[in-house]
């Protein structure tokens, strides 16, 4: 059995899970319908008596949040929100996140339960290395190792070399990183022929789930164990789930109300004050299942698939084709057909454009795409290869 940070909460009776799922989401719906006109609108008269009655209660999606910007999903007024964060909704546009004073000490303290699975304790050095991109992912996994006890080195440098040192130098030994960072360091400690055991690393905290070899790779490279993350930016990332020493990421159920429907992961935040939300629609793959596992932790199991939107993730940074179509609307090109596919850290964007945008000079067509390469990259931080097509001609 691994350490638990709350066993009084991640190894809950069926019994007494159900009861206090229960009660959570009445109070939800009592504070909704109370303080969000939207859900007001929706719940009517809705009322649960059991937690099958779930399935009957209306559904929130994306779009309801890019629709309610900036304010209009919160619960409270915004003179009892201390922080905001925000992320990019389907259509491009913003998604704001509010939290509370309380927010925060539950997002640190759900936090916390993933690092102690990991592991930590208050004897750790934990190096948080994201890059400028996941500023609100570093701050989750910041508030969770204090509140675990252990030493933070908050630094987030973007050149690997430096990082290296720097583990070296602070002697960290957990590492919390996205896999991509992860592969890089693996990179330069392979070109400077340096034995991983040489530092003292035994955890990786991965931001997101991986595959069995990505795992494996990193684990060799590194010389330490690995544990991926699971959250969304839309409620708290990280913080939804906890992976266990078995790899199973077992949702916080005393926190979150999960459901499939049609295979699609469905959330319900029970503890959420700031902005609350009901039956969240998250465009993300899934399957649930109930597995007693060595670890005792009793909380059900999630196996996250893709996306079930036309969101892709570049280099760790997810896009939506709306932010593509945006971009290229403000542009000399305007809006014209275009393909996106992902070649390893790039993105490659085939556009159709006319003759008389580009002209027949080959000279105007390189200046136009080194142009729109370098502004892509400084509005997304997406490396973009950009590629001109033509029914009368091939790619350039």
Same mark, same amino acid.
């Given at each position: 059995?691994?350490p638990?940070?709350?066993?009084?909460? *991640?190894?809950?009776?069926?019994?007494?899970?159900?009861?206090?799922?229960?009660?959570?989401?009445?109070?939800?719906?009592?504070?909704l319908?109370?303080?969000?006109?939207?859900?007001r609108?929706l719940?009517?008269?809705?009322?649960?008596?059991?937690?099958?009655?779930?399935?009957?209660?209306?559904?929130? %999606?994306?779009?309801?949040?890019?629709?309610?910007?900036p304010?209009?999903?919160?619960?409270?007024?915004?003179?009892?929100?201390?922080?905001?964060?925000?992320?990019? &909704?389907?259509?491009?546009?913003?998604?704001?996140?509010?939290?509370t004073?309380? +927010?925060?000490?539950?997002?640190?303290?759900l936090?916390?339960?993933?690092l102690?699975?990991?592991?930590?304790?208050?004897?750790?050095?934990?190096?948080?290395?994201?890059? &400028?991109?996941?500023?609100?992912?570093?701050?989750?996994?910041m508030?969770?190792?204090?509140?675990?006890?252990?030493?933070?080195?908050?630094? +987030?440098?973007?050149?690997?070399?430096?990082?290296?040192?720097?583990?070296?130098?602070?002697?960290?030994?957990?590492?919390?990183?996205?896999?991509?960072?992860?592969?890089?360091? #693996?990179?330069?400690?392979?070109?400077?022929r340096?034995?991983?055991?040489?530092?003292?690393?035994?955890?990786?905290?991965?931001?997101?789930?991986?595959?069995? *070899?990505?795992?494996? *790779?990193?684990?060799?490279?590194?010389?330490?164990r690995?544990?991926?993350?699971?959250?969304?930016?839309?409620?708290?990332?990280?913080?939804?789930?906890?992976?266990?020493?078995?790899?199973?990421?077992?949702?916080?159920?005393?926190h979150?109300?999960?459901?499939?429907?049609?295979?699609?992961?469905?959330?319900?935040?029970?503890?959420?004050?700031?902005?609350?939300?009901?039956?969240? @629609?998250?465009?993300?793959?899934?399957?649930?299942?109930?597995?007693?596992?060595?670890?005792?932790? %009793?909380?059900?199991?999630?196996?996250p698939?893709?996306?079930?939107?036309?969101?892709?993730?570049?280099n760790?940074?997810?896009?939506?084709?709306?932010?593509?179509?945006?971009?290229?609307?403000?542009t000399?090109?305007?809006r014209?057909?275009?393909?996106?596919?992902?070649?390893? @850290? %790039?993105?490659?964007?085939?556009?159709?454009?006319?003759?008389?945008?580009?002209?027949?000079?080959?000279?105007?067509?390189?200046?136009?795409?080194? #142009?729109?390469?370098?502004?892509?990259?400084?509005?997304?931080?997406?490396?973009?290869?950009?590629?001109?097509?033509?029914?009368?001609?091939?790619?350039?």
């Amino acid at each position: 059995m691994s350490p638990l940070f709350e066993r009084d909460r *991640e190894a809950l009776r069926a019994d007494q899970l159900e009861q206090l799922q229960l009660e959570r989401l009445q109070a939800l719906l009592a504070r909704l319908r109370r303080n969000v006109r939207r859900y007001r609108e929706l719940l009517g008269d809705a009322r649960v008596e059991s937690l099958a009655d779930l399935g009957r209660l209306p559904a929130t %999606t994306p779009e309801n949040l890019v629709e309610a910007f900036p304010y209009g999903m919160f619960a409270l007024p915004l003179r009892e929100v201390i922080r905001l964060h925000s992320t990019v &909704g389907p259509d491009g546009r913003q998604i704001v996140v509010g939290h509370t004073r309380n +927010d925060l000490d539950q997002w640190g303290r759900l936090v916390a339960r993933q690092l102690v699975a990991a592991g930590v304790t208050g004897n750790d050095v934990l190096q948080i290395c994201f890059g &400028g991109g996941f500023f609100g992912q570093a701050l989750g996994y910041m508030r969770g190792a204090e509140v675990a006890g252990a030493c933070v080195i908050p630094e +987030d440098p973007f050149h690997v070399e430096y990082q290296l040192d720097l583990m070296k130098n602070y002697r960290a030994t957990v590492l919390i990183t996205t896999p991509s960072n992860a592969r890089d360091l #693996v990179e330069v400690i392979r070109a400077r022929r340096m034995d991983p055991q040489a530092l003292e690393l035994r955890a990786l905290v991965l931001s997101r789930p991986v595959g069995p *070899e990505v795992r494996e *790779e990193l684990e060799t490279g590194l010389f330490a164990r690995a544990f991926c993350g699971f959250g969304l930016p839309e409620i708290l990332d990280p913080g939804l789930a906890v992976e266990c020493p078995e790899h199973n990421l077992h949702v916080s159920e005393d926190h979150f109300l999960v459901e499939t429907v049609a295979g699609e992961l469905v959330v319900t935040t029970l503890a959420r004050e700031a902005m609350p939300l009901l039956r969240y @629609r998250t465009r993300v793959a899934a399957q649930l299942e109930c597995v007693k596992c060595p670890c005792g932790r %009793t909380g059900v199991v999630l196996r996250p698939g893709g996306r079930l939107d036309d969101r892709m993730t570049v280099n760790e940074v997810p896009l939506y084709r709306a932010q593509v179509e945006q971009f290229l609307a403000q542009t000399r090109i305007g809006r014209q057909p275009f393909a996106l596919s992902v070649a390893g @850290r %790039t993105l490659e964007l085939a556009v159709e454009v006319s003759e008389d945008i580009v002209g027949d000079k080959m000279g105007l067509l390189t200046d136009l795409k080194a #142009v729109l390469e370098s502004e892509f990259q400084a509005r997304f931080g997406i490396v973009a290869d950009l590629r001109f097509t033509s029914p009368s001609r091939k790619p350039a």
